[in-house]
């Protein structure tokens, strides 16, 4: 994510030229990234309610990224007002997080809507989501991607995050950078998208 960010800075500051939708890699990368988070939605959301839903956390969790998804949306209404963003990715997780919620302790049922949901995608079928005139800079609607909470769930009842890995220290920076994700999924664009715009300033 901080790496597509940054080249999607310097591209919008011209230091480089890239087309995010024909150059495959940068067209898959920020679909992976997405992926990755909604299917972790899934995984730990049934992790950490597998017995029953403790409602303090879940209130608390759903009202900080409620509260960050509007804040996106103001503070980019108003810093690109023709790409500001309506329903991103925190908006996405959002509500899947609530729409998931009847179905943790469902693995099958949620492998079946993860089949569901990909297959239409993979078909053609657009399940009709609300939808701007404008082009957001970020825009994930709940229908497909809800799909891979769903997978989450699966997973995680399948014991996927007791998956052992090597006890290397580029995994340890990965784990990290997990665990601390929100803060910076909020603060990376900011800060990066600040540092190039005041050296195009300085230098120009």
């Known amino acids: 994510?901080?790496?597509?960010h940054l080249f999607y800075d310097l591209d919008m500051f011209k230091y480089v030229d890239i087309d995010f939708q024909k150059d495959a890699f940068w067209y898959w990368?920020?679909?992976?990234?997405?992926?990755?988070?909604?299917l972790s939605v899934g995984l730990s959301f049934s992790i950490a309610h597998k017995t029953r839903i403790k409602k303090a956390p879940y209130f608390k969790?759903?009202?900080?990224?409620?509260?960050?998804?509007?804040?996106?949306?103001?503070?980019?209404?108003?810093l690109f007002p023709n790409n500001w963003v309506y329903f991103g990715t925190l908006h996405c997780i959002f509500f899947s997080t609530i729409l998931i919620t009847?179905?943790?302790?469902?693995?099958?049922?949620?492998?079946v809507f993860f089949y569901v949901f990909i297959g239409l995608e993979l078909s053609g079928v657009?399940?009709?989501?609300?939808?701007?005139?404008?082009?957001?800079?970020?825009?994930?609607?709940i229908w497909p991607w809800i799909?891979?909470?769903?997978?989450?769930i699966f997973l995680a009842h399948h014991d996927f995050h007791k998956f052992k890995t090597p006890d290397v220290k580029a995994l340890q920076l990965i784990r990290f950078l997990g665990r601390h994700a929100l803060i910076i999924y909020l603060t990376h664009q900011p800060l990066m998208y600040g540092?190039?715009?005041?050296y195009t300033t300085v230098t120009n």
Do not use: N
Request: charged letters at 10%; aromatic letters at 20%; glycine letters at 6%.
């Open 147 to 152: 799909g891979y909470s769903f997978l989450g």
């Open 195 to 198: 540092l190039i715009y005041l």
């Open 61 to 78: 969790r759903l009202a900080k990224i409620g509260i960050c998804a509007i804040g996106i949306s103001i503070s980019t209404y108003f």
């Open 29 to 38: 990368l920020p679909r992976l990234i997405v992926f990755l988070f909604m």
């Open 102 to 111: 009847p179905f943790r302790k469902s693995p099958y049922l949620s492998l």
């Open 1 to 4: 994510m901080i790496i597509f």
């Open 126 to 141: 657009q399940i009709p989501f609300f939808q701007m005139e404008h082009a957001a800079m970020d825009y994930i609607p």
